[in-house]
């Protein structure tokens, strides 16, 4: 199909002072259009701008900007964390799989959705690629659309086709995604990998995000037969585990034999991987992350990382203490999940000590953390020290159990901490 283009300056022009305008997330950011947007900062005012996680500049978050622009996050990404933390932009606690909802039920009506998507096809559908998540609702809801048109975006299949038609002004681009190379696995990440391994059981669905422990734990189930993936985004190691014929999606209820994802992010692999392959179908993050849906499959495996975890169980995975680190998104929806699912598992993994050798799993967390992940939701948490199980332990069971895979430097203070507040024997101590 042949279709017309125009500048990105020209598109950009559409973008009135006041309105509200949403980026769409991950490798498929529409970086052409933010920066002719940029451009305008000196003709524009109060542009609010909402966003999950973006790749590459945020230029509109920069200080000489801040009369021009304001973001709204919905995840806080490390392009932008420096200005919510320095109070240049704002952040929104939310589930992901209730972000759709925002756009739809005009709880932050949009103005203007800024895209990226691939060419039409003969029949003058594009794809949304390798993001639909929220930018399905924001197409749908937007009163203006801005597509950046690209034939690096892959075609995926699912939900997350628009016609030509719908969209209002078209730019064409030839650049390549943003890539996220695999991580250097350290030894204390993949000896979690192992053990979170060690518990996913054949047959399994599993979910997981990006970043060292999911690749250490895909790279730990080689062996594993008839896994199944229903996940809110996945990485490269999927990739790998579908050519071993690891991952057939064989025991999956619903989207039998199919890999199921709101988001992706890796290299020129996985995107070449889920060009136009109907093993992959792509949906909104209201589906994907939906309780409902999630819990259909059998012995989900939903694998979560936590900044921090105090001895009762309670995750902080979005904040430093007061500072804004990343964001709630799906973490809730696939523990919860994963917990309703038969045989499920819900597994928040990780390492006993930060980088500057402070403990990780604590009498308490940090003051103005935010809990993510609460106890009462908490099942399996992984160090490289272990596995425990708190469902169904008291406080005092769960804190002696934490305590066991903690740092060996710090299991003591755990257990003092513990002792005061619940009194009872301090086992690990002994």
């Known amino acids: 199909m042949k279709y017309r283009t125009i500048s990105a300056a020209d598109a950009v ?25 940029v451009e305008r900062a000196d003709t524009l005012r109060n542009i609010e701008i909402i966003s999950l996680h973006t790749e590459g500049e945020a230029a509109y978050v920069r200080p000489e900007y801040r009369d021009s622009f304001r973001l709204n996050a919905l995840f806080v990404g490390k392009n932008v964390r420096s200005a919510v933390q320095e109070g240049l932009a704002d952040a929104i606690p939310i589930f992901l799989s209730d972000v759709p909802a925002l756009f739809y039920r005009n709880v932050l009506p949009l103005d203007v959705a800024f895209v990226h998507v691939s060419p039409p096809d003969r029949h003058g559908f594009c794809s949304l690629g390798v993001s639909v998540d929220a930018a399905r609702a924001a197409v749908h809801t937007a009163r203006y659309v801005i597509a950046q048109v690209n034939p690096n975006m892959p075609r995926t299949h699912g939900e997350g086709l628009l016609h030509a038609s719908t969209i209002d002004a078209m730019v064409d681009v030839d650049d390549p995604l943003p890539e996220t190379p695999r991580h250097e696995l350290t030894d204390i990440e993949q000896k979690i990998g192992r053990h979170i391994a060690s518990i996913v059981e054949d047959g399994a669905t599993l979910q997981m995000g990006i970043g060292a422990i999911p690749d250490a734990t895909l790279a730990a189930l080689t062996h594993h037969r008839n896994l199944g993936i229903h996940s809110e985004m996945f990485s490269d190691g999927v990739v790998d585990l579908v050519e071993k014929g690891v991952i057939t999606g064989k025991y999956k209820s619903t989207h039998n034999g199919i890999i199921v994802a709101s988001f992706l992010v890796g290299t020129r692999k996985l995107y070449d991987f889920v060009d136009d392959n109907p093993l992959v179908e792509m949906f909104g993050s209201d589906y994907v992350n939906d309780t409902r849906e999630i819990r259909k499959n059998p012995k989900v495996t939903a694998i979560n990382s936590a900044i921090e975890i105090d001895m009762s169980g309670q995750v902080c995975a979005d904040s430093i203490g007061q500072r804004h ?24 993994a990780l390492p006993s000590v930060t980088r500057r050798g402070e403990s990780r799993i604590v009498p308490m967390l940090k003051p103005g953390a935010g809990v993510v992940t609460t106890r009462a939701h908490v099942q399996y948490v992984v160090t490289e020290y272990g596995i425990v199980n708190l469902h169904g332990k008291n406080m005092r069971q769960r804190a002696e159990a934490l305590a066991s895979i903690a740092h060996p430097d710090f299991r003591e203070d755990i257990c003092r901490a513990a002792h005061d507040l619940y009194g009872g024997f301090r086992k690990v101590c002994m």
Not at 16 to 34: E, H, N, Y
């Open 13 to 37: 022009s559409a973008v009135k002072s006041g309105d509200r305008v949403f980026l769409q997330t991950a490798a498929a950011t529409p970086q052409r259009l933010i920066d002719a947007l």
């Open 325 to 348: 680190f990343s964001g709630v998104g799906g973490q809730m929806d696939f523990i919860r999940g994963a917990a309703l699912s038969p045989d499920g598992k819900p597994i928040v």
